[in-house]
């Protein structure tokens, strides 16, 4: 899977979201998606690259020091999140 690219981050009201260029004012709410340090660092680690949820999850492991276990759910809700959004593409 992969993060589509015309997907960029933008600050809208204080917060980072992910917002389709051109869209930001029109969209509806599944086409903006804020984002928390976390996950902007998630978003900035595998934007332009293939990616499995096994790789997210490592990611997590090495980076916030959580178990595998939460590692593995935590990164299957953060792309649970982004698929019906469109933001991520198989």
């Known amino acids: 899977m992969k993060i589509r ?3 960029r981050l933008r ?5 980072q979201v992910a917002v389709a260029p051109g869209e930001a004012e029109t969209a509806a709410p599944t086409r903006i998606l804020a984002l928390n ?5 998630l978003w900035n ?10 790789q997210v999850a490592e990611a997590l492991t090495e980076r916030y020091n959580v178990c595998p276990e939460r590692a593995r759910s935590d990164a299957r809700k953060w792309i649970g999140q982004l698929v019906p959004c469109g933001i991520i593409e198989s």
């Open 37 to 41: 340090a976390p996950v902007r660092a």
């Open 45 to 54: 680690l595998f934007r332009g690259r293939e990616f499995s949820a096994q």
């Open 5 to 7: 690219s015309e997907y």
């Open 11 to 15: 600050e809208m009201a204080g917060e």
